[in-house]
């Protein structure tokens, strides 16, 4: 296993109190697997992603253990993790391509950060010439300053500078979001190559489009309100989804065939509940058409069927 | 159905700071038509100047040259009373429905707005009246919303308030530029069907949009725009089902979907298009060419290029016909 | 998540700002935010302590006059050191010191007052105007407030002097209002462009609200922070400016005030005669009113700007 995360919690300090936006959280990546997790607002899937490489100020690790390659991430403790980031964990935030440094050459920023991380420039200075070429950009980039690049360059060097170091593990926070359509599908294929090529050994890829997720992910987790839903191999996620949850969300998603004459669409209604005051027991059921009795107690996350998950009373039975 | 609004030659021209002296062409001779009651999706990217338009319309900002035509008259000559009475037939919600709020006030302060100037004798009961079948119009509960400051609001609901203001006029047209693009997928549709039901019952939506998949469910007709240009346009099943534009084409085969996968699209794209798919400014696969994968060949198409002032002050590609209701920019052979 | 300020990017730094200490940013007073304010503002030590060392001043304008036992114009002995019948003794001419004092404190507010308020209308009204319509009227503007940048002040006080039998009260604020105004319309300009082109702003146009109406209920409240904070800001530095009017003799050419009090003092020798209490109390009071004013006003800065709070 690449990655094992086992009853992860994570609570968030607001003004309104603490809340916890990851509440036992588990589940196992591979090597070699690009895992997507998906959610909407208030699901917890960035705070999540960030907590496995840092916990800002306001975030405080409550519970449960992180593993990479077998061995303990200790991600509870910033300055721990400072030789892990960049080399066996990295992270791509929202909102990287507009924070790259407007007054440095890309060139600069990149030799100054891994000289913050103890990286001799030359050895890898090397690779990230080579790196360049791939991923679609002219030599000249690196001499450019990062305003004078389009957004898909951007992202694409933020993509390369996170995956300098060949990390074990390659998180992706919305990585495709502010994006145009092509550039949307060329960042796209180059997670799959980056995994291919072994820049990074596995990828867990944050966004709320599935259909990204259903082209570039092989295993896709749903996370709902702090909580895992549902976790299974794309395909299966896709055809054959068994939480209510997923189910009506792939459901409200319109495709490029589908018009309003012919197929009527529907949305979820109601909201999210707030992470503040969470309910009791299932926090989709007040959502869910399906709900019953039982699901007043919380669901627990468990394999139904060969690396398929679910928390769900209705699917479990 | 007759036209309600023409956009006719429309070109908006920015000058950059460069000492180039250049000129940032958003739009370039951009002309199509709205007819009453109808969904047209003004579909482009980032920088392709759709939301320019947008603002054009709805004379948020003034167009370099070229007309608009609302019912006949230019409304480019409005000013006072006149815009106010366009006001009240044509009406814009935008992409954030966060900002469209002033944060000091109680959300549905948005109505107030629109008191003083259109309704100032109307007696306090007829209008709560009002106020309250506009927001059953858009599927909300007054009691859920009124009285309430917007941040205690759901983006749907700070959405379908927005809406709700507009419903209040006596809208013909609404403009409506990237209005679920904040909003989480699943309630994304419902305001989607919100917009098809107000359709319906007789209004005309500008709707602007990056999202191919949202374009193609909701309108009638589609207008392609890429960098400030009309590419293509025409009946949306028709545009969608045959398109012929590269750019088109490729925007298609780019969409993510959920049953499909980016190669499948891609492998249709080229037999359609007679097997040579061509980036617009890509390297050129002549026919017999040694096969590229469409990754490398979308990768050689970077960096891009801004336009210098002389491009853009050029007219751009006709249009011919290409199909019933169907246009096309031309493109080189 | 519900904390949500709309927050606005930093103003950039006033030009020319009379004082240091000038805000630093704007913020809107959201309501739900507002008793948020009233808890911070009453834990912030600078706030309180400038507010509560600020009113003993207020109060000894309002009330020193009815309880000082001697009037401005009571002649005693000349020089006399403080004592009890004269709690800071007299002048070169017998006046009471404190009599002076007070009386001469309620006109330093009163010009501070004036030209402060001047000083907001005028610099509000021009940035407002040159920030919402932009284009030639803002380059109009922009050339008038450079214009009165250059003109120095203290000039244009003298020719003006020379030109006007006697000065008052009303001619001296409304002169420093009139001067001090063009930092306070560059701030209000730059945060003028970035709030005008908020969706808010659209959406007020889109239903037919006139400018006035917009700047008014939907830009100034947004900014209504950084109003108050000019505010405050321009009261401190029109006393200080008045006062170096007057101690340069180009103050009103009767009444008294803090500053004709030190011109006097220099003019009289008192330095070098060792009458101390003449010039020391109002340089003291003056420096303290002042001082007090710019440190809550940093104080009120802290709590409209969660950013500049040390926790």
Not at chain 1, 158 to 177: C, F, G, R, W, Y
Not at chain 2, 210 to 226: A, E, M, P, Q, W
Not at chain 2, 320 to 328: E, F, K, M, T
Not at chain 3, 265 to 289: E, I, N, R
Request: proline share 7%; hydrophobic share 45%; charged share 20%.
């Amino acid at each position: 296993m690449s990655v094992r995360v086992d009853h992860l919690s994570i609570a968030y300090r607001t003004r309104s109190g603490d809340v916890c936006p990851v509440d036992q959280v588990s589940f196992s990546v591979a090597d070699g697997e690009i895992m997507g997790l998906a959610g909407e607002s208030g699901s917890g899937k960035s705070t999540l992603g960030t907590s496995l490489v840092y916990l800002d100020m306001r975030m405080k690790h409550l519970g449960g253990s992180v593993e990479l390659d077998g061995r303990h991430l200790p991600i509870d403790d910033n300055r721990a993790m400072r030789p892990y980031r960049m080399k066996q964990v990295s992270l791509i935030p929202q909102y990287a391509m507009s924070a790259l440094n407007p007054t440095r050459r890309i060139r600069r920023l990149i030799a100054d950060l891994l000289r913050s991380h103890g990286v001799r420039d030359r050895e890898v200075m090397t690779e990230l010439n080579r790196r360049i070429a791939l991923v679609g950009l002219d030599q000249d980039v690196l001499d450019r300053y990062s305003f004078e690049l389009s957004g898909g360059m951007r992202q694409r060097v933020t993509l390369l500078i996170s995956t300098l170091l060949n990390p074990s593990l390659l998180i992706a926070d919305e990585v495709t979001s502010a994006l145009d359509v092509s550039t949307q599908r060329a960042v796209g294929e180059l997670l799959i190559e980056f995994r291919d090529r072994g820049f990074s050994k596995s990828l867990i890829v944050i966004t709320h489009d599935l259909a990204i997720l259903a082209q570039v992910a092989d295993t896709i987790t749903v996370m709902y309100a702090g909580r895992l839903a549902e976790k299974a191999s794309t395909g299966t996620l896709i055809e054959a989804p068994l939480h209510p949850y997923t189910q009506l969300l792939l459901a409200s998603l319109p495709e490029v065939g589908a018009r309003h004459d012919q197929v009527t669409l529907t949305g979820i209604p109601g909201r999210p509940p707030s992470l503040a005051n969470p309910p009791d027991g299932c926090r989709f059921r007040d959502r869910c058409p399906f709900a019953f009795d039982r699901c007043t107690t919380v669901p627990p996350f468990e394999e139904v069927a060969p690396g398929h998950f679910v928390a769900c009373w209705k699917a479990a039975a | 159905m007759t036209s309600l609004l023409r956009i006719d030659q429309v070109s908006k021209l920015y000058r950059t700071s460069n000492f180039g002296g250049g000129v940032v062409p958003a739009l370039r001779r951009v002309s199509f038509d709205i007819p009453g009651g109808e969904v047209v999706t003004l579909i482009g990217e980032s920088g392709s100047g759709k939301t320019t338009l947008g603002r054009i319309v709805l004379r948020l900002t003034a167009a370099s040259s070229g007309q608009v035509i609302f019912s006949g008259q230019d409304i480019s000559a409005f000013a006072g009373p006149r815009l106010r009475e366009y006001y009240r037939q044509v009406q814009g919600v935008f992409q954030d429905p966060f900002s469209s709020y002033n944060p000091v006030y109680r959300a549905d302060r948005v109505f107030e707005l629109v008191r003083t100037s259109y309704f100032p004798h109307l007696p306090g009961p007829q209008w709560r009246d009002k106020i309250e079948a506009a927001l059953r119009a858009v599927a909300l509960n007054p009691a859920d919303v009124l009285g309430r400051y917007p941040h205690q609001l759901s983006g749907g609901q700070q959405q379908r308030l927005l809406i709700a203001r507009a419903l209040l006029l006596d809208v013909k047209l609404l403009v409506a530029d990237e209005i679920t693009s904040m909003l989480d997928a699943s309630t994304r549709v419902d305001i989607l069907n919100l917009l098809i039901s107000l359709k319906r019952a007789g209004l005309a939506i500008l709707f602007i949009t990056h999202d191919l998949s949202l374009g193609h469910y909701v309108s009638d007709r589609t207008v392609i725009l890429r960098r400030g240009v009309i590419v293509e346009m025409g009946d949306t099943v028709e545009v969608f089902g045959h398109p012929r534009h590269p750019y088109t084409r490729n925007l298609l085969t780019a969409v993510p979907e959920l049953h499909k996968k980016w190669r499948r699209l891609d492998a249709e794209a080229t037999a359609d298009a007679g097997g040579a798919a061509r980036g617009p400014d890509g390297p050129d696969r002549a026919a017999g060419g040694p096969p590229t994968s469409p990754a490398v060949a979308r990768r050689g198409r970077w960096p891009a290029r801004t336009p210098r002032a002389a491009e853009a002050l050029e007219p751009p590609p006709p249009l011919v016909p290409a199909g019933p209701g169907h246009l096309v920019a031309e493109t080189d052979p | 998540m519900s904390d949500v300020t709309a927050a606005s990017p930093q103003a950039p730094g006033p030009v020319a700002a009379p004082l240091p200490g000038a805000p630093v940013a704007a913020a809107p007073l959201v309501p739900g935010q507002r008793s948020d304010l009233l808890h911070y503002a009453l834990r912030n030590r600078k706030l309180v302590a400038g507010l509560s060392f600020e009113a003993l001043f207020v109060l000894a304008a309002v009330f020193g006059p009815f309880i000082s036992p001697h009037n401005t114009t009571d002649y005693f002995l000349p020089h006399l050191a403080p004592s009890a019948q004269h709690w800071m003794g007299t002048d070169y001419f017998g006046h009471d010191v404190f009599a002076q004092l007070v009386n001469g404190l309620r006109e330093s507010y009163l010009v501070g007052a004036l030209g402060a308020l001047c000083a907001a209308l005028t610099g509000m009204a021009l940035g407002f105007t040159a920030g919402y319509r932009g284009g030639l009227l803002d380059e109009v503007l922009q050339l008038i407030t450079n214009i009165m940048v250059m003109i120095p002040s203290l000039v244009l006080l003298v020719v003006i002097g020379a030109y006007l039998k006697t000065r008052g009260v009303l001619f001296e604020g409304v002169f420093i209002g009139l001067t001090t105004w063009p930092w306070v319309a560059r701030a209000v300009r730059a945060q003028t462009f970035t709030l005008r082109s908020r969706e808010f702003v659209d959406l007020a146009r889109l239903s037919g609200r006139r400018a006035y109406s917009i700047v008014v209920r939907d830009i100034a409240p947004n900014m209504a922070s950084y109003l108050f904070l000019v505010v405050v800001l321009l009261f401190g530095s029109s006393m200080l400016l008045a006062a170096s009017y007057d101690f340069l003799g180009l103050g009103p050419t009767s009444g008294i005030s803090l500053g004709t009090m030190m011109n006097q003092a220099t003019l009289w020798s008192a330095l070098q005669l060792h009458v101390w209490w003449w010039f020391v109390p109002p340089g003291l009071v003056l420096t303290g009113m002042v001082a007090a004013l710019l440190v809550a006003n940093v104080g009120l800065d802290e709590v409209f700007n969660p950013k500049l709070r040390q926790q």
